[in-house]
């Protein structure tokens, strides 16, 4: 009841408070109610766009973890403070929840600070603004990048704060031996290339590319597989051809199955072939049942592609 009463308070306010880009309703709850781990939830609505985002407690001044916890609804009046600008919470907070609206101040002293930093910043309006104020692309954070290299416009900034490419993250990738591009380091972070992932890759001799590395995300290839596929003694193991077994269902269950059925040390190329025209573990038990045992991995794909199979094996004789 009370997280229903919230949400209608919540688009009540949407509904009538969201005069401008700069004016609406926000609600905001503790990030995790198993677990005090300093984050909250922060949801803003306003006439032009919805936003959600984590983000640390401490990041607002004035407001307290006692009141976000209060038994009793209690006012609060805090405020995000960014470069970019301020924005201005007013509402009630009641065991962990609370909702009411917010302004936005903009920072007119934020545009001449970019231009020395030799960022495109003509289109600033307020709106642009707050976007930037929202994802804190602060002066600070736009230095740091560029002393790594990133000289980008304010879109790829926001992008870097939206997706956590952050300095360090940009740092453990220099020293892990990549230097990607303002695209490419906000694709390695939307694909989940971590330097734990790089290491792990690394640690079993494969020093893939920017390419490989996004590649191996999107199709699943982990430390995982390609350290069991070379224990099942997996021949050809090169990068490409193990994203070649993930697109083709070639899993280690798969491969320590027909190693048990007598088809150990098998080429990526083998595996491939047998995935695509459907040689499974259970068609080779059948043919062995119907008398064909040991056949030859390549006939054994011949005869999945003219359709023969136990049955028509029992048929025929």
Same mark, same amino acid.
């Given at each position: ?6 949400l ?7 509904a ?21 781990d ?5 949801q803003?609505i ?8 984590s983000?640390?407690r401490n ?10 916890s209060?038994?009793?609804?209690t006012?609060v ?7 970019a ?12 929840e ?19 930093l ?8 307020d ?5 930037l ?7 600070? &954070? !736009?230095?740091? %990048?560029q002393s @790594? +290299? /990133?000289h980008? =416009?304010l879109?790829?900034y926001?992008?870097?704060? $939206? *997706? #956590?490419?952050?300095?360090q993250?940009?740092?453990?990738l ?22 734990? &992932? !790089?290491?792990? %890759?690394h640690? @079993? +001799? /494969?020093?893939? =590319?920017a390419?490989?590395?996004v590649?191996f995300? $999107? *199709? #699943?290839?982990s ?14 193991l ?9 697109i ?11 190693r ?8 990526t ?7 695509i ?5 259970s068609?080779?038990?059948?043919m ?30």
């Open positions: 009841m009370r997280r229903a009463l919230a209608a308070l919540f688009l009540f306010l949407a009538f408070t969201a005069r401008a880009g700069q004016h609406g309703a926000w609600h905001l709850t503790n990030h995790d109610d198993s677990r005090d300093g984050k909250v939830q922060l803003l306003s006439e032009h766009n919805q936003n959600s985002q983000m640390e990041a607002f001044a004035g407001l307290t973890a006692a009141q976000m209060a038994t009793t609804e006012p009046d805090f405020n995000l403070v960014r470069d600008g301020t924005i201005h919470f007013t509402g009630t907070f009641l065991n962990g609370g909702v009411g609206r917010f302004t936005f101040a903009p920072n007119a002293s934020y545009a001449a600070t970019l231009r020395t030799g960022v495109a910043s003509s289109d600033l309006d709106d642009r603004l707050f976007s104020a929202l994802h804190d692309v602060s002066v600070a &954070f !736009i230095k740091e %990048m @790594l +290299g /990133y980008e =416009d879109n790829r926001i992008a870097f704060r $939206i *997706h #956590g490419a952050s300095p993250f940009v740092r453990e220099n020293a892990l031996g990549y230097k990607p591009d303002g695209e490419q380091l906000v694709t390695f972070r939307i694909h989940g290339v971590s330097p734990e &992932f !790089i290491r792990g %890759m640690a @079993l +001799g /494969y020093q893939p =590319d390419r490989q590395l590649n995300r $999107i *199709h #699943g290839v430390p995982e597989l390609a350290s069991g596929m070379k224990d099942l003694g997996v021949r050809d090169e990068a490409d051809n193990l994203v070649a077994l993930r083709h269902g070639a899993t280690v269950d798969y491969v320590r199955e027909l048990d059925l007598g088809y150990p040390n098998l080429s190329e083998q595996l491939v072939a047998m995935r025209h459907g040689v499974s573990a068609y080779i038990r059948d062995k049942a119907a008398g064909y045992a040991n056949i030859p991995v390549e006939k054994l794909v011949d005869m999945r592609i003219h359709g023969i199979d136990a049955e028509l094996v029992r048929r025929t004789r």
